[in-house]
């Protein structure tokens, strides 16, 4: 099992419809919206580093809205 969070920065007056997204996505375990830097921290539980990169570039990535992610992969 692969743990990570995914730190999303948006793109001003996108956060909550991109964190309705966000939410959609199957391995996203946890999405809640944040002040600071960035904008919106998830977690997401998958069965390798292969589904996890899958996820970040395909699945969150992709999504018309975020400006930038950073990946925190737990130990």
């Known amino acids: 099992m692969v743990t990570a969070y995914c730190l999303i920065s948006t ?9 309705q997204k966000v939410k959609e996505i199957d391995a996203v375990k946890l999405a809640d919206s944040v002040a600071g830097e960035f904008d919106i921290v998830t977690r ?14 395909g699945e969150i990535r992709v999504i018309p809205g975020i400006m930038a992610t950073m990946t925190l992969i737990v130990f």
């Open 11 to 19: 793109a001003p007056g996108k956060t909550m419809e991109i964190l």
């Open 44 to 57: 997401i539980e998958v069965g390798s580093l292969k589904e996890l990169s899958k996820i970040v570039f």
